[in-house]
Nanobody, 124 residues
Framework: QVQLGESGGGSVQPGGSLTLSCEAPKYTTRGSCMAWFRQGPGEEREAVAFIDSDGRATVADSVKGRFTASRDAVKNTLYLQMNTLQPGDTAMYYC??????????????????WGQGTQVTVSS
């Protein structure tokens, strides 16, 4: 059930940058944890970043130092700034909102609101 809307994906060369945005209805983000996930072909959905309701953001070790997640509480919008992109970052990127980070950590994805995804392709 799609509730959120991602944008900003595309094709870039290695070393390039993209910024993803995710607009969310207010009822999905009130007092919640928001997250970015990605899923490559034949792979499991992988957490990229979590942003708690207080704005505290953490990113996966695989993207640390290259990706930055942020959240605009007024606009109910989530962002993912991606720099120094690598071919291994190629995937469909999804944003999500849930009542707490634990929903994502225990992979109870059916309890979260999701977007339809935006494709990121890194290739020379």
């Amino acid at each position: 059930q799609v509730q959120l809307g991602e944008s900003g994906g595309g094709s870039v060369q290695p070393g390039g940058s993209l910024t993803l945005s995710c607009e969310a209805p207010k009822y999905t983000t009130r007092g919640s944890c928001m997250a970015w996930f990605r899923q490559g072909p034949g792979e499991e959905r992988e957490a990229v970043a979590f942003i708690d309701s207080d704005g505290r953001a953490t990113v996966a070790d695989s993207v640390k130092g290259r990706f930055t997640a942020s959240r605009d509480a007024v606009k109910n919008t989530l962002y993912l700034q991606m720099n120094t992109l690598q071919p291994g970052d190629t995937a469909m990127y999804y944003c999500a909102a849930a009542s707490s980070r634990l929903v994502f950590l225990t992979r109870k994805f059916n309890l979260a609101y999701w977007g339809q995804g935006t494709q990121v392709t890194v290739s020379s």
